[in-house]
């Protein structure tokens, strides 16, 4: 996507584009729609969007269950022998077609992963149409 060979985190992506200035919106900048989810477990997730008016078109839901708080002990290179800490490690990624529903669209994704001892959960969701990457909504959280 950043049509660049070198491995790169930018710091900060809106739109499928890198801001490298800060957060500054400005009015040409509005939401596709409002993705809500819910769950009662943190594993069974019903996600729902429901795109603005003239947002029709088809839609997938993205979920990404993150663990915060990882470590791992380092055996080799620069920092071997450190034991370093993770936040927001991806530990699970799963996708799934939105499919029409009373006032808007639908979907039902499960996670399974599990985060080592002490490891705190969070969950991203966010919503793309068909077969593009950029994000049009998102929401997210920490699990309890």
Known sequence: LW?????YTPAFVLNGKELRGGLALGSDEQ??????????????????????????GDWDAHLALLGAGISSKIGAGE??????KHDFVVLELQSAALKPALGGQSARLTTAAKAEAGARLAVAIWVTPRGQLAPVQATGGWLL
Do not use: E, Q, Y
């Open 31 to 56: 939401a596709a729609g409002v993705v809500s989810a819910t769950s009662k477990d943190g594993k069974s997730w019903s996600i729902s969007f429901r795109p603005l008016a003239g947002g029709g």
């Open 3 to 7: 049509h660049n060979d070198g491995i």
């Open 79 to 84: 920092n071997v022998g450190r034991n370093l």
